[in-house]
């Protein structure tokens, strides 16, 4: 998708970076580890100005809902 290339090419990244998903991409705009690897990442964004924090769970099965991953991860992030 064009307009997501532009806005990583605008945030830094190279073509090839971006062409290639490779690790520093991948780790900037995927947050992974346990709750309170996700819980630092989001004060993060908070700390430098955004009112909002989407928060997505990504599973190996996406037609399953991450119902238990939630229910660890929410009281780190509400």
Known sequence: MPNYANNLL?????PDEIAAVSDRLLDAIIVWG???AVKRRVDEHLQAGADHVCVQ???????????????R???AVV
């Open 73 to 75: 991860l929410a009281p």
């Open 34 to 36: 346990d709750e309170d």
């Open 57 to 71: 769970i990504l599973t190996a099965d996406p037609n399953a809902f991450p119902r238990e991953q939630w229910r």
């Open 10 to 14: 605008r945030s830094g990244f190279t």
